[in-house]
Antibody
Framework: EVQLVESGGTLVHRGGSLRLSCEAS????????MSWFRQTPGGDLKWLSF????????HYSDSVEGRFTVSRDNARGSLFLEMNSLRDDDTNIYYC??????????WGRGTLVTVSS | VLTQSPGTLSVSPGERVALSCRAS??????VAWYQQRPGQSPRLLIY???TRATGIPARFSGSGSGTEFTLTVSSVRSEDFAIYFC????????FGQGTRVEV
């Protein structure tokens, strides 16, 4: 089955760190650009980071630049998001998403990150 | 900025609905539409403004170019009650705030 499965979301203290993982299956992971998104409790979808298929290009939104790091392991079919200096407004559902020519054709089920003092 | 209207649309099964997405800048046809059912992740419906994604029923159609885009559902079914988002991919990647289609 073609799918993406995120993991790693949990309750974390303000200022803490967390690493999210995404396992891909059913397709050739190494051929696809990937992105991380998050969705606020109000439902807004926000793009966070991009990584090219080979991993040689990465981009970040202003809201996470310098705090989050995206990486991938094509041999394992895995995508990662390292999150540091977490703030209250980082509390969201985080999605791993496959990207094709600018649009997003496969979404994971999401993993919930809750930042609390 | 993508502005979707209306915020909420109340319809009955079998009705035709049209959802609007207006862009603050010229996008060509670099617009996609997604459906998000309660408790689920978004699902791609339309890309390149009017091309249906794999497996999407023919009752879903997209139109428009430039700054005005429309998603039309020709005859709403029970499983179509959801939130619909437009997304542009001309200038990085941003989403509209969504239109909720409810009974």
């Amino acid at each position: 089955e073609v799918q993406l499965v995120e993991s790693g979301g949990t309750l974390v203290h303000r200022g803490g760190s967390l690493r999210l993982s995404c396992e891909a299956s059913g397709f050739t992971f190494s051929l696809y650009d990937m992105s991380w998104f998050r969705q606020t409790p109000g439902g807004d979808l926000k793009w966070l980071s991009f990584i090219s298929a080979s991993g040689d290009r990465v981009h970040y939104s202003d809201s996470v630049e310098g705090r989050f790091t995206v990486s991938r392991d094509n041999a394992r079919g895995s995508l990662f998001l390292e999150m540091n200096s977490l703030r209250d407004d980082d509390t969201n559902i985080y999605y791993c998403v496959r990207q094709t020519s600018g649009f997003f054709d496969l979404w994971g089920r999401g993993t919930l990150v809750t930042v609390s003092s | 900025v993508l502005t979707q209207s209306p915020g909420t649309l109340s319809v009955s099964p079998g009705e035709r609905v049209a959802l609007s997405c207006r862009a603050s800048q010229y996008l060509g046809n670099n617009v996609a539409w997604y459906q998000q059912r309660p408790g689920q992740s978004p699902r791609l419906l339309i890309y390149a403004a009017s091309t249906r994604a794999t497996g999407i029923p023919a009752r879903f159609s997209g139109s428009g170019s430039g700054t005005e885009f429309t998603l039309t559902v020709s005859s709403v079914r029970s499983e179509d009650f959801a939130i619909y988002f437009c997304q542009q991919y001309s200038y990085w990647w941003t989403f509209g705030q969504g239109t909720r289609v409810e009974v």
